[in-house]
């Protein structure tokens, strides 16, 4: 029970007892204050329903739900059965109508793991040269002609000028002094002729100097690309989506998108959970990117990107910008209470889908289902947006569309937003193994090597069928020599036959054996040669050939030697590098910009100069042995050339050195060029010194030859006579 003390009275008196309340966590609240609590939570949820239910928002649901509608018809028609194939493909799976015909030919369901075999291969060849130590497949260099920032050029320029004039100031200088100067104004035309001279000469220099002062900014953008590409999961991305590079028609990755992320600060000398909102890469699956019937490229027309949120996904999107909270909240409950149906967005393959993938239909039997939502980039007209209730200061066009970004789920728009990209660009980018001219989606490698892989398990069930045909021998019975109720089916060894010899010889049959065997052919070499041929099909065919990954016998990949490496890729077929180079150009670059735009749109100020990057990073590491053993060649071309050495200067060879060094892993073992400099001076002030020291001892020698007692010679002698 709750205990009780006494109250007193006004008078002091012992009162009536009154219990003890106990001390709680927490703040106690009035009625009023639980009252306006509920007031204000009713008139958010009516708000939030006046919103959603208003005519212009719920007419924006409908235009997204119908180019959803299009664009999943579209693809439900002529893409899905292809990336149905390719699944199967890789999961060495027959179709229901394919297992039919091999039941009615009597063949045994072997399917040859071709397929699988090649994309595995073909990944692991990706990610060996991609996916580098220490390293990100990208570079940035200067653009031919660098864009300098004006205050910096002028800076420049002016340094320039400054340099020419003292020079000139120099040259004329020393032409007076020599009398080749006749009057003032013989001095003002050389100077000036000397001037125009010069600035012809330092063309050139400013120009090199220009880009040393762009190459100097791009390296430090460059820094922090990295940085920023390492901590937001950039690399993370690119290699999950090689899985889907060698399996579908297209890959994708995409970002960088704004998540909230749990992280722990230090506040107060102890760590504390905070919530920031942080830049994210993903790969989204092929599966998940429904674009427009008519786009060519992620940039056209629209594109929808599905996705599977859980109640933790949704909860992480209140607060971040763009978002609407409320609605959130909304779909959250829903979802709780069931009212918001988990397969709206399912389309006909899904289910073999998630079979292949192992999901076995997870989102139903799940205790907590996955809610399904729209991602929609579309152009929408002003107008609508105006109606919707955004600012004007966004909408200076009514009748302009504008490029918008928006996420429906079931009636709900939890976000609206114009796409805040300088350039209007989504944030998606994919490459596919053989392109095609003109359409979305590319060839896949399982797609190219279809009829390699038909062909081999049609080779592979006639082998297996052969083998079992010719296993043991088989039997011929005449059953007019057989005697009732002998079975012909019972064979074992030390078996005794009956023959009724009688019938068997009245008969007509005189001469002819009643049982006899036979053997029949073993066609495994034709076969074997059958489905190799179309096995060395498919590496032409595919450009991934099977030395790729160490070939058969269990021997290991040449990748892990260098100069196996350097083979491999000094053989290495046009197409595989056109794919490396279709990666490079189709996704790291752009990405790659992309984190450059964002850089330069949030540190204002921080970067000058020309940060324009180029991603060569297929390239580069492709050609990376092969640089290799050309540096390694012309180090040697060096050193067994004095005058190759002489023209290169000390400069130079350190440069090589450096370079050679630095892929070597060696850190910063040759000096820099200050320090080589200053070594030189010091080295020259030493020689100098040698050379008086030597000259000075030359000019004693001569002074004192001839006289044994050391004395001087000449005039120094006659005044030491003078002096005596």
């Known amino acids: 029970m709750m205990p009780m003390q006494p109250t007193r009275g006004l008078t002091g008196t012992p009162g009536i007892t009154q219990p003890v309340l106990p001390a709680v966590m927490g703040k106690w609240q009035s009625n009023a204050d639980i009252q306006a609590a509920e007031t204000a939570a009713i008139d958010a949820k009516a708000e939030l329903m006046r919103r959603q239910t208003n005519p212009v928002v719920t007419s924006l649901a409908g235009h997204f739900r119908t180019l959803w509608e299009a664009a999943r018809d579209h693809k439900q028609r002529n893409v899905e059965p292809r990336l149905l194939q390719c699944l199967m493909a890789r999961k060495g799976e027959y179709s229901a109508e394919q297992l039919r015909q091999i039941q009615e030919e009597g063949s045994p369901p072997v399917y040859m793991m071709l397929t699988d075999e090649k994309c595995a291969n073909f990944e692991s060849w990706l990610h060996d040269i991609f996916d580098q130590p220490d390293d990100m497949p990208f570079s940035a260099e200067e653009t031919p002609v660098p864009e300098i920032e004006p205050q910096l050029m002028a800076k420049l320029h002016q340094a320039a000028i400054a340099a020419v004039q003292a020079e000139a100031a120099t040259r004329l200088q020393m032409e007076i002094a020599a009398g080749q100067i006749r009057d003032r104004a013989h001095a003002e035309q050389r100077l000036m002729q000397t001037l125009q001279e010069l600035m012809e000469d330092v063309e050139d220099d400013f120009r090199e100097v220009m880009h ?125 209470g069931g009212g918001l149906r988990s397969n709206w967005l399912d389309t ?149 036959w009956q023959f009724d010899m009688k019938a068997y010889m009245g008969g007509g049959t005189a001469g002819r054996q009643p049982l006899w065997f036979f053997q029949p052919a073993l066609l495994s070499g034709e076969l074997q040669s059958l489905y190799e041929f179309w096995n060395g099909e498919a590496d032409n065919k595919s450009g991934i050939p099977r030395y790729a990954t160490g070939g058969t016998g269990g021997q290991q990949g040449v990748l892990r030697t260098s100069s196996g490496y350097a083979m491999m890729l000094e053989g290495a077929t046009k197409g595989i590098k056109r794919v490396a180079k279709n990666i490079d150009k189709n996704q790291i670059e752009p990405s790659i910009q992309r984190v450059i735009t964002g850089l330069l749109l949030n540190r204002p100020g921080k970067y000058r100069g020309d940060v324009k990057v180029k991603a060569v990073g297929a390239t580069a590491l492709l050609n990376k042995q092969t640089t290799q053993l050309r540096r390694t060649e012309a180090m040697q071309t060096i050193q067994r050339d004095p005058l190759a050495l002489q023209i290169i200067g000390m400069e130079g060879y350190a440069e090589i050195l450096r370079q050679y060094f630095k892929s070597l892993d060696f850190g910063n073992v040759v000096p820099s060029k200050r320090e080589l400099q200053t070594r030189q001076q010091e080295q020259e002030a030493m020689a100098l010194v040698q050379q008086q020291a030597l000259a000075g001892a030359a000019n004693q020698a001569a002074l004192t030859e001839g006289n044994p007692d050391g004395s001087v010679n000449g005039d120094a002698n006659l005044m030491q006579q003078g002096a005596m």
């Not at 006909?348 to 799940?366: A, Y």
């Not at 200076?396 to 805040?420: C, F, M, Q």
């Not at 590319?442 to 049609?458: G, T």
């Open 348 to 496: 006909t393959n899904e289910t073999t889908r998630q079979r292949l993938e192992g999901k076995d239909r997870w989102m139903n039997q799940s205790p907590e289902p996955l809610i399904p939502a729209l991602q929609i980039w579309a152009d929408v007209p002003g107008y609508k947006l105006l109606d919707y209730g955004m600012s004007p200061d966004s909408i200076p066009d009514a009748t302009k569309h504008y490029p918008v970004e928006g996420w429906l789920i079931g009636s709900y728009i939890i976000k609206l937003r114009i796409n805040s990209e300088p350039d209007g660009q989504r944030p998606y980018f994919k490459a596919g193994f053989r392109s095609v001219k003109g359409s979305f989606w590319d060839r896949a490698l399982p797609e190219v090597i279809a009829d390699c892989q038909s062909q081999c398990n049609v080779a592979a069930r006639a082998l297996a069928r052969n083998v079992l045909l010719a296993s043991g021998p088989q039997a011929g019975v005449d059953i007019g020599a057989m005697p009732p109720g002998e079975s012909i089916d019972d064979i074992h060894p030390l078996k005794i």
């Open 212 to 336: 040393d002062a762009a190459k100097k900014e791009v390296e430090k953008v460059i820094a922090d690309v990295k940085d920023v590409a390492t901590e937001s999961g950039w690399m993370k991305a690119l290699l999950e989506s090689f899985d889907d590079f060698s399996t579908y028609p297209c890959s994708f990755i995409k970002g960088p998108c704004a998540v909230n992320r749990a992280s722990m600060e230090w506040q107060g000398g102890k760590p504390v959970s905070v919530t920031k909102v942080v830049q994210k890469w993903t790969s989204p699956s092929p599966w998940d990117i429904f674009p427009g019937p008519d786009n060519q490229t992620c940039q056209d027309g629209y594109l929808i990107e599905r996705h599977y949120l859980s109640g933790k996904d949704l909860t992480g999107l209140i607060g971040v910008d763009g978002y609407d909270d409320e609605a959130i909240r909304a779909v959250i409950r829903e979802q709780s």
